[in-house]
């Protein structure tokens, strides 16, 4: 079974202070790992996925499979944001493996 | 204009009567997904298509049907079956079902059963 754990519902940060959304996962293989952001009255939409290895935002998440993590972070958090994101994996092996399983969220709140 | 779209926006019931919710996608995507979004819950899988005329139950599919005679479309029904119909759901897609593909997520529809 696959399973994503977000250990905090609520973070709440200072403009210009670093930001780590944690995020561990239980799976046994290679999943894939994702980071969905939901802004105010906004769509729930990608931010990133562990193979681009992109920067998006200012964001970067590392895969870290000894600790089965997906850590997000950002060393200078803004305003802007200030959202619900959620980890999420995808499985290998077909069928209902790819599905996507989602953490339960963390809202961001970065405060002026 | 391009994406998936839900409708509508906000929808009222009364128990035990069914009420089905519209998703309408022109990405020309094979896999299309249903989720229910709670407070404190994240999002959870109802049921998700990989292909027209094909479905299957997701994490939580009792009291839900669904239906894919479109590629376009994958409209959720919530029975009177469904014990805690009241949440957001959350419509998706994507371009195939296989493993990172991005999928792309509907405004949403609040469902509220009194």
């Known amino acids: 079974a696959q399973r994503v754990t977000q250990p905090e519902k609520l973070l709440s940060v200072f403009k210009g202070a670093p930001v780590e959304l944690k995020c561990n996962y239980s799976?046994?293989?290679?999943?894939?790992l994702f980071w969905y952001v939901q802004y105010s009255r906004q769509r729930l939409q990608l931010l990133l996925r562990?193979?681009s290895r992109e920067s998006i935002k200012g964001f970067t998440a590392d895969l870290n499979k000894g600790e089965t993590s997906f850590h997000l972070k950002k060393p200078f958090a803004q305003e802007e944001d200030s959202a619900m994101y959620y980890c999420?994996?995808?499985?290998?092996?077909?069928?209902?493996?790819?599905?996507?399983?989602f953490g339960k969220g963390t809202l961001l709140t970065v405060n002026p | 204009d391009g994406g998936i779209t839900q409708s509508p926006k906000y929808l009222f019931r009364k128990e035990g009567q069914n009420v089905t919710l519209s998703c309408e996608q022109n990405?020309?995507?094979?896999?299309m997904y249903w989720y229910r979004q709670d407070p404190g819950q994240g999002l959870r899988l109802i049921y998700y298509?990989?292909?027209?005329?094909?479905?299957q139950k997701g994490d939580i599919a009792e009291g839900y049907s669904v239906s894919r005679e479109k590629k376009e479309s994958f409209p959720l029904t919530v029975t009177s079956a469904q014990k805690n119909p009241t949440a957001f759901y959350l419509c998706?897609?994507?371009?195939?079902?296989?493993?990172?593909?991005?999928?792309?997520f509907g405004p949403g529809t609040r469902l509220t059963v009194t």
């Open positions: 562990h193979i």
């Open positions: 998706a897609s994507s371009i195939s079902s296989g493993q990172g593909h991005e999928q792309y």
């Open positions: 990405l020309n995507h094979d896999a």
């Open positions: 298509s990989q292909i027209v005329n094909d479905f």
């Open positions: 799976y046994s293989g290679s999943p894939e």
């Open positions: 999420a994996l995808s499985g290998r092996g077909g069928g209902s493996n790819y599905k996507l399983t």
